[in-house]
C-alpha cells in the first residue's frame, strides 16, 4: 500500500503563489498516476490536476489551467502542486491521490492540506 502526506498549505493573498508537496512511501513501486484534487465547504471534490508517475503526461482542469503546474520528483518520490495567480475560489482542502485508473479507480489518499486565499 501506499501512503501520501501532503504538505505546504497556508493562507495567502489573492495573487500570491503556493507550492504543495505530496510525500508518498510505502508500495512507490506501483504507482501509474498521481493527482491533486480539492474540496471546499459545501462543494463536491472536484479534480485539479494529474501526471504520471515518468512524468510525460500532465492534465490540468480548466479552471486551473494556465496557473497551476503539477511535477514530480521520483527520486524524492513527491509530487508538487505549483499554484501560482491564486484566487479567492481556490480555497480548499487540497489531496494528493493514486490514481490506479482514470479517472475514478484510486488507491490512497493523502489528509490534505488546507489552502487559503483572502481576497
Known amino acids: 500500500q501506499v501512503q501520501l502526506v501532503e504538505s505546504g498549505g497556508g493562507l495567502v493573498q489573492a495573487g500570491e503563489p503556493l507550492r504543495l508537496s505530496c510525500a508518498a512511501s510505502?508500495?512507490?513501486?506501483?504507482?501509474?498516476?498521481m493527482g491533486w484534487f480539492r474540496q471546499a465547504p459545501g462543494k463536491e471534490r472536484e479534480f485539479v490536476a494529474a501526471?504520471?508517475?515518468?512524468?510525460?503526461?500532465?492534465l490540468y482542469a480548466d479552471s486551473v489551467k494556465g496557473r497551476f503546474t503539477i511535477s514530480r520528483d521520483n527520486a524524492k518520490n513527491a509530487v508538487y502542486l505549483q499554484m501560482n495567480g491564486l484566487k479567492p475560489e481556490d480555497t480548499a482542502v487540497y489531496h494528493c491521490?493514486?490514481?490506479?485508473?482514470?479517472?475514478?479507480?484510486?488507491?490512497?489518499w493523502g489528509q490534505g492540506t488546507q489552502v487559503t486565499v483572502s481576497s
Open positions: 491521490a493514486e490514481i490506479k485508473r482514470w479517472p475514478d479507480d484510486f488507491g490512497s
Open positions: 510505502g508500495r512507490t513501486g506501483s504507482i501509474r498516476l
Open positions: 501526471i504520471n508517475w515518468s512524468g510525460e503526461y500532465t
